[in-house]
């Protein structure tokens, strides 16, 4: 399935999902789309293919699946990807640069870190093009300690995954 996977994850719907870094993008030809789609028996069935004039995947920074449905933000430009199962791809600017997490629900987006912020969450309203910034705050766990470190964030639709200090550990927020 490539190398130097940064996230695979599956989706309702039997799809696996793979997304990739630059050691991976450069130098193998599965991973050189930067984001791939599987049948549930790891046969290849799609791969992302930057439209003209667009930046191609570097780098996969922020991930989120859903039912037939991948979102990501990648390097250089950090746009917002969308992927469907049906073929269909949409690319949206978006104010967020270099994001760590994502939860999707309709026309929502809530996206955590970027910036060079780690704490912060961007709540969002998506259009046919771009991503809007409708405010922003500080996210904290539960107890108010400040949201310093984490683990890699885990998307998945509206809910966006945390885990504290314990791998059995995990918070949850979402749009």
Same mark, same amino acid.
């Given at each position: 399935?490539?190398?130097?996977?940064?996230?695979?994850?599956?989706?309702? #719907?039997?799809?696996?999902?793979?997304a990739?870094? &630059?050691?991976?993008?450069?130098?193998?030809?599965?991973?050189?789309?930067?984001?791939v789609?599987?049948? *549930?028996?790891? $046969?290849?069935?799609?791969r992302?293919?930057? %439209?003209?004039?667009?930046?191609?995947?570097?780098? @996969?920074y922020?991930? $989120? @699946?859903?039912? *037939? @449905?991948a979102?990501? *933000?990648y390097?250089?430009?950090?746009? /917002?990807?969308?992927? =469907?199962? $049906?073929?269909? +791809?949409?690319? #949206?600017?978006? %104010? +967020?640069?270099?994001?760590?997490?994502?939860? +999707?629900h !309709?026309?929502?987006i809530?996206?955590?870190?970027? $910036? =060079?912020?780690?704490?912060? /969450?961007?709540?969002? #309203?998506m259009? &046919?093009?771009?991503?809007?910034?409708?405010e922003?705050?500080?996210?904290?766990? %539960?107890?108010g300690?400040?949201?310093?470190?984490?683990?890699?964030?885990? !998307?998945? !639709?509206?809910?966006?995954? /945390?885990?504290?200090? *314990?791998? #059995?550990?995990?918070?949850?927020?979402?749009?």
């Amino acid at each position: 399935m490539g190398r130097a996977i940064e996230f695979m994850m599956g989706d309702r #719907r039997h799809h696996l999902w793979s997304a990739y870094f &630059d050691e991976g993008v450069y130098v193998d030809p599965i991973s050189a789309a930067g984001l791939v789609r599987w049948d *549930s028996g790891g $046969n290849y069935q799609w791969r992302y293919s930057a %439209p003209e004039g667009v930046e191609y995947i570097d780098t @996969v920074y922020a991930f $989120n @699946v859903d039912d *037939s @449905v991948a979102w990501a *933000s990648y390097y250089p430009t950090f746009p /917002l990807l969308e992927a =469907r199962t $049906n073929g269909q +791809v949409r690319l #949206r600017k978006t %104010p +967020v640069v270099a994001p760590a997490g994502m939860a +999707v629900h !309709g026309e929502e987006i809530i996206v955590l870190g970027g $910036n =060079r912020q780690r704490d912060l /969450l961007h709540r969002c #309203r998506m259009t &046919d093009h771009e991503v809007l910034l409708i405010e922003e705050a500080r996210l904290t766990f %539960p107890n108010g300690a400040p949201l310093k470190q984490y683990a890699r964030p885990v !998307g998945r !639709g509206r809910h966006l995954y /945390l885990r504290g200090s *314990s791998p #059995r550990q995990w918070y949850v927020t979402g749009v």
